[in-house]
C-alpha cells in the first residue's frame, strides 16, 4: 500500500498523522503517570506531601491518559484512515476534523490540569471533571458524525467487517458516553447509579476500545499478510456475538455488592458467552498469520498484532475464570483485577495500536522508520513488561485476597504485597523505557522527514 | 459469501440492531431495571439529625455540619480515596467478621452517596463501617502522616490540610511543630464518622489488633 497522489485526496492525512503523533505523547503521559503511582507503594513516592502530585490524582491522570489521550487518540487518527479506504468516500468535512482534533486535545490537557487541581469526577474511568463532561459528549458526537458519513454515503453495499465494529462502536460511543458520565452523577445514587456506573466502566473497553481494535486488526493484518482473513464466516459471528454479549457483561464489575442479585448473575452469564465472540476473533486472527508463519515472525508488525492476540486470549479466558462467584468472592478487591486490566489495555490494544503506528507513520512521512532495532526493543520490553507485571499482579491478588479471608491484621497483608509491588514497579519500568524508545524512534523519523521535507512535500502537507 | 447473511452486514442492520437496539436493551435490563428497583428503597440511613458529640466543638449547627459531610465527601472523591477503599461489605471471604454487617442497597439511597463511592479495589481496608472504629485524633494524625501511627503504611500524606506552625516550648529553647487540621480535614474526618454511623454499635472485635494500641473512643 503506497501513498500516492490521488489517495491522498480520500484519506484526510494530516488528521491521521496529527491524532497518532499526539498519541505517540500521551502514552508517554499515560506511562508516566502510571509509573509515578507505581513508586507510592514501593515507599519512593518522589512527589511526597506535594498537593498537585497527590498519588490518587496522579492515578486519575493516569487511567484518564490511558484511555481518552493515548487509545483515543490513536483509534481516531487510525479510524481516519480506515474508513475512507474502506468505504471510498472522504469524510464529511476535513475542517471539522481539526476542528474536533484541537478542541479535543484541549479538553484532555484541561482534564490533566483540573484532575492535579482537585477536580477529578468520582466515576471510574469517568473521572473526567464534570465541567468538561458535555464538551466532550458534543466534541465526541461531532467525531461521530464526521466519520459515519462516508459510511452512509456507502450504504448500499455490504461492508467489510473492520467497518461494522466501527460503524458500531461509534454509535455506541457517544450513547454510553452520556449514560455513565451523566445519570451516576445526577440522577440515580447508590446501588442503581452503580449498576449504570458498571456499564460505563465495561462498555468503554467493550464497545469502545475493543470493536475498534478488532477493526484495527481485520485490516492491518491482511494488509501485511497480502493475503484475506482466514474466514468470513468467523467475523461475523464474532460481531454480531459482541454486539449482543458485551452490553450486557457489566454488572460484573460488582459482584456482591448491593446491586440486586438477578442483575448480577445476568452479568456473570452474559460474560461467559463473551467467549464466543473470543474464541472466533483469535482464532481467525492467528489462522491468518499461521498461514505464513515464516513471513510474519520478520516483521515486528506483525508480531505485536500478534502477542496482542494472544494476550487477548489469556484476558478472556482469565476473564471466564474470574467472574465466577466463587473466584469474585477471593479476587475481587485484590491486585489481580489491577493485573487484568493492565493486559486488557496495554498488552491488547496498544500493542494493535503500536502495529499500526508503525505502519502508517513512515508512510505518513514518507520516509522510512529511523530505527528498526529501537522498534524492535520497544517490542521486546513492552512484552516483556507486561507479561511480568501480569504473572505479578495475579499472584498479589492470591496472596492478598487469600490473606484478608483468613483474617489477617489487613497491615499485615500490605506488607505482604511489598515484594509484589516491588517486581510491579519493575515491570513498569521496563514499560516504561519501551515507550520512551518509541517517542524517541518516532521522534527522530518525524525530524529524518523535517529535514528531506522540500524533496517529497506531498503527502506531509496534505490535510494541513 | 451466502447471500442470506449479506443483509446483516450493511449500513442499516449494524447501525439499529448492533448499534442502538442491543445496547439500548442491556441498558433497559442492566441499567435502568436494577436502578429503578433500588430507587423505591425508602432511604434506611437518612442525614445524621444531630452532631455527633466529637463534632460539636467544629460545627455550630446541623446545616454546617451537613455542609461539613458533603464537603468531606467532595475532599474523598478528589484525592481518590474511593481508588484504594471501597465503600461496601460483601457476604463471603469473611468480610462480615472484619468489617460488620453485609451491605444492604437501602444504605446508599441519600445524597452522600450520588455518585456512589462503592470502589473497586482495596489498596487499604473497606470504611463502610468506619464510624466508631477511631478515636478522631486517630484519623488527624493518619491523615496528616499514615506512618506515623501505622509505620507499614502506604497510604499518602495528606499535609496541605493542616496550619503547620512553630511554637516555642521549655521557655524558648526548643521548638515544636503545632498542627491544626484546616476545615478540610475536618469534614473528612467527620464523613469517616459518618460512614457506617448508623450500625456503629458492631464492634470490630475479631480485627482489631492495631486498636489494642488505640482503642475506640467508646
Request: with cysteine.
Amino acid at each position: 500500500m503506497s501513498n500516492s497522489n490521488s489517495e491522498s485526496s480520500l484519506v484526510p492525512y494530516g488528521l491521521v498523522k496529527a491524532h497518532l503523533l499526539i498519541s505517540v505523547v500521551f502514552v508517554f503521559v499515560a506511562v508516566l503517570g502510571g509509573m509515578t503511582y507505581a513508586m507510592q507503594f514501593i515507599d519512593l513516592y518522589p512527589f511526597k506531601a506535594v498537593e498537585w502530585f497527590s498519588p490518587g490524582r496522579v492515578r486519575m491522570v493516569h487511567t484518564q491518559a490511558v484511555a481518552y489521550a493515548w487509545i483515543a487518540n490513536a483509534f481516531f487518527g487510525i479510524m481516519y484512515y480506515m474508513i475512507p479506504k474502506l468505504t471510498n468516500h472522504r469524510v464529511l468535512s476535513e475542517k471539522l476534523g481539526w476542528v474536533v482534533f484541537y478542541v479535543y486535545n484541549v479538553l484532555i490537557l484541561a482534564t490533566v490540569v483540573l484532575i492535579l487541581a482537585g477536580f477529578g469526577q468520582g466515576l471510574e474511568w469517568a473521572e473526567t471533571p464534570r465541567v468538561l463532561d458535555p464538551f466532550i459528549a458534543i466534541f465526541v458526537v461531532l467525531l461521530v458524525v464526521n466519520l459515519v458519513t462516508p459510511m452512509w454515503k456507502a450504504r448500499s453495499k455490504p461492508f467489510y467487517v473492520s467497518v461494522w465494529y466501527i460503524l458500531a462502536a461509534l454509535i455506541w460511543t457517544p450513547l454510553v458516553y452520556v449514560m455513565g458520565n451523566f445519570l451516576p452523577e445526577y440522577v440515580y445514587p447508590g446501588s442503581g447509579g452503580a449498576a449504570i456506573s458498571s456499564m460505563y466502566i465495561h462498555d468503554l473497553v467493550g464497545l469502545f476500545v475493543t470493536p475498534i481494535g478488532t477493526a484495527m486488526v481485520y485490516y492491518l493484518l491482511p494488509v501485511l499478510m497480502k493475503r484475506p482473513i482466514f474466514s468470513h464466516a468467523l467475523s461475523l459471528i464474532g460481531f454480531w456475538g459482541l454486539a449482543f454479549f458485551y452490553p450486557m457483561n457489566s454488572t460484573h464489575h460488582y459482584l456482591y455488592s448491593p446491586i440486586p442479585m438477578w442483575s448480577q448473575y445476568a452479568g456473570i452469564i452474559a460474560s461467559v458467552g463473551v467467549h464466543i465472540v473470543v474464541y472466533t476473533v483469535v482464532f481467525n486472527i492467528v489462522a491468518t498469520i499461521a498461514s505464513d508463519w515464516k513471513e510474519a515472525i520478520k516483521s515486528t508488525e506483525i508480531k505485536f498484532l500478534f502477542t496482542g492476540t494472544i494476550c487477548y486470549l489469556i484476558t478472556c479466558i482469565q476473564c471466564a475464570i474470574q467472574v465466577t462467584l466463587s473466584v469474585q468472592s477471593i479476587i475481587h478487591f485484590t491486585d489481580w483485577v489491577v493485573g487484568h486490566s493492565h493486559f486488557v489495555l496495554f498488552g491488547v490494544f496498544s500493542f494493535w495500536a503500536f502495529a499500526w503506528i508503525y505502519y502508517l507513520i513512515p508512510r505518513l512521512l514518507n520516509t522510512a522508520i529511523y530505527s528498526e532495532s529501537l522498534k524492535s526493543w520497544h517490542f521486546w520490553l513492552s512484552t516483556l513488561g507486561i507479561f511480568i507485571m501480569q504473572f505479578d499482579l495475579l499472584s498479589a491478588g492470591l496472596v492478598q485476597g487469600y490473606m484478608w479471608k483468613n483474617l489477617a491484621p489487613f497491615i499485615d497483608t500490605v506488607a505482604a504485597s511489598m515484594p509484589f509491588w516491588w517486581v510491579r514497579a519493575f515491570s513498569g519500568m521496563l514499560i516504561f523505557v519501551a515507550q520512551v524508545l518509541l517517542m524517541i524512534n518516532i521522534y527522530m523519523t518525524w525530524k529524518q522527514s523535517r529535514d528531506s521535507a522540500p524533496a517529497n512535500a506531498n503527502l506531509a502537507t496534505a490535510g494541513a | 459469501m451466502a447471500s442470506k447473511s449479506q443483509k446483516y452486514e450493511k449500513f442499516s442492520a449494524v447501525f439499529l440492531l448492533a448499534g442502538l437496539f442491543f445496547l439500548i436493551v442491556a441498558f433497559l435490563i442492566l441499567g435502568l431495571a436494577p436502578a429503578t428497583q433500588v430507587s423505591n428503597i425508602p432511604d434506611k440511613v437518612g442525614m445524621p439529625t444531630e452532631i455527633p458529640g466529637d463534632f460539636q466543638k467544629y460545627y455550630s449547627s446541623l446545616e454546617q455540619y451537613h455542609e461539613g459531610l458533603l464537603n468531606g465527601r467532595d475532599v474523598y472523591i478528589s484525592e481518590a480515596c474511593w481508588h484504594c477503599h471501597s465503600q461496601y461489605v460483601r457476604p463471603v471471604s469473611n468480610e462480615t467478621l472484619r468489617y460488620g454487617p453485609v451491605s444492604q442497597p437501602g444504605e446508599y439511597q441519600n445524597k452522600l452517596n450520588l455518585p456512589q463511592l462503592f470502589g473497586t479495589r482495596r489498596v487499604g481496608p473497606d470504611l463502610s463501617r468506619e464510624s466508631g472504629k477511631r478515636p478522631n485524633d486517630w484519623h488527624f494524625v493518619h491523615l496528616y502522616n499514615p506512618k506515623w501511627v501505622v509505620p507499614q503504611s502506604v497510604m499518602p500524606q495528606y499535609p496541605w490540610y493542616f496550619e503547620t506552625k512553630k511554637v516555642k516550648i521549655n521557655d524558648g529553647k526548643d521548638e515544636r511543630l503545632e498542627i491544626t487540621p484546616k476545615q478540610e480535614a475536618i469534614d473528612v474526618v467527620a464523613y469517616l464518622q459518618w460512614l457506617g454511623l448508623h450500625v456503629s454499635s458492631v464492634t470490630h472485635k475479631y480485627y482489631d489488633n492495631d486498636a489494642i494500641v488505640m482503642p475506640p473512643r467508646n
